[in-house]
């Protein structure tokens, strides 16, 4: 069964990193674009864009994307030969504290487009996980 499955959440500290993992099964991941997504808590149908990578991460006109606010302190990253897709974020902060989920849609076009579609969209792309918890605290 093809899925996608985020793992590496957890608590952590503030100031202190932490990488997420989006591990896909039954599908090759690098024939997608993937994008991660947060819900804060007490929000399950809100989910806010992280950043998004696209199929051709590896041309300088398609560079991962990050949405403005956790810029600087955000990486993404794929490994094929993992089948994976990560997302490092750097000197969290308690504002972090929430579900980060990822998905991948095969129709998207630029790591910029993928993060920023409306809502109908979002929930039409071919994959997405159930998330990781993340909470930042000390």
């Known amino acids: 069964q093809a899925r996608l499955v985020e793992s590496g959440g957890g608590l952590v500290q503030p100031g202190e990193s932490v990488t997420l993992s989006c591990a896909a099964s039954?599908?090759?991941?690098?024939?997608?674009?993937v994008g991660w997504f947060y819900q804060a808590p007490g929000t399950e149908k809100e989910r806010t864009p992280v950043?998004?990578?696209?199929?051709?991460?590896?041309?300088?006109?398609?560079?991962?994307y990050i949405v403005e606010s956790p810029k600087g302190r955000v990486t993404i990253s794929r490994d094929k030969a993992k089948n994976t897709v990560y997302l490092r974020i750097n000197s969290v902060k308690p504002e972090d504290t929430g579900s980060y989920i990822c998905?991948?849609?095969?129709?998207?076009?630029?790591?910029?487009?993928?993060?920023?579609?409306?809502?109908?969209?979002?929930?039409?792309?071919?994959?997405w996980g159930q998330g990781t918890q993340v909470t930042v605290s000390s």
């Open positions: 998905t991948a849609d095969r129709g998207v076009g630029s790591a910029r487009a993928m993060c920023s579609m409306g809502p109908q969209t979002l929930a039409g792309y071919d994959y």
């Open positions: 039954g599908f090759t991941l690098a024939d997608y674009g």
């Open positions: 950043g998004c990578i696209s199929i051709k991460d590896d041309s300088p006109y398609d560079s991962p």
